[in-house]
């Protein structure tokens, strides 16, 4: 009896967290532009943050059985991906702190800085084992509007990162929206 009521009160906070985080991708219209700078294409888009998203996918005119499996890969990763951020969250502020000691600890900085860097390839990884889930259910042509997409940005606007400019693209200057 109190194993099923834990077990509810558990899928009941996982809810609670995926429709908090749906609610603000719905607000912010489907990622894009928000708190000072351009989150990229979609649900989570970007490179740093997820590849194409939700609004790329689903602009791919898929059918009802493949809009469901998209929506399902979509939400078996947020949940992973709600919990790295909180993880990555604490990593950054261990290497702001140990950036910011008063007598700077290069072993504590080195530590620090391996593990975030750590977490960031984790996610890489998971971000690129979501969209290959993702692919596998597209038919070739979707799969070759989704790369298309990706390339571009969901706007048609092309992402100005990198050309030798570490900070290229970044800020609100550069948002399509804006």
């Known amino acids: 009896m109190k194993s099923t009521r834990k077990g509810i009160v558990?899928?009941?906070v996982v809810l609670a967290v995926m429709f908090a985080g749906t609610s603000v991708v719905l607000a912010r219209?489907?990622?894009?532009?928000?708190?000072g700078s351009c989150a990229g294409p979609g649900?989570?888009?970007?490179?740093?943050?997820?590849g194409p998203g939700l609004r790329?996918?689903?602009?791919?005119?898929?059918?009802?059985?493949?809009?469901?499996?998209?929506?399902?890969?979509?939400?078996?990763?947020?949940?992973?991906?709600?919990?790295?951020?909180?993880?990555?969250?604490?990593?950054?502020?261990?290497?702001?702190?140990?950036?910011?000691?008063?007598?700077?600890?290069?072993?504590?900085?080195r530590k620090a800085y391996k593990k975030v860097s750590s977490m960031r390839e984790d996610r890489l990884v998971a971000r690129t084992k979501m969209m290959a889930e993702m692919k596998a259910i597209?038919?070739?042509?979707?799969?070759?509007?989704?790369?298309?997409?990706?390339e571009q940005g969901y706007d048609g606007v092309r992402p100005q990162r990198g050309d030798g400019r570490p900070f290229a693209g970044r800020g609100p200057a550069n948002c399509p929206r804006r």
Do not use: W
């Open 138 to 150: 597209l038919t070739p042509e979707q799969a070759k509007l989704l790369d298309e997409r990706t």
């Open 10 to 12: 558990i899928m009941a």
């Open 56 to 109: 790329a996918i689903m602009g791919l005119n898929l059918s009802d059985s493949q809009r469901d499996q998209a929506l399902k890969i979509m939400e078996t990763h947020q949940i992973d991906s709600i919990k790295a951020r909180g993880e990555m969250i604490k990593g950054r502020d261990n290497l702001r702190k140990a950036l910011q000691a008063d007598t700077v600890n290069e072993q504590d900085v």
């Open 43 to 50: 649900f989570g888009g970007g490179p740093e943050s997820g």
């Open 29 to 35: 219209g489907y990622g894009g532009c928000g708190g």
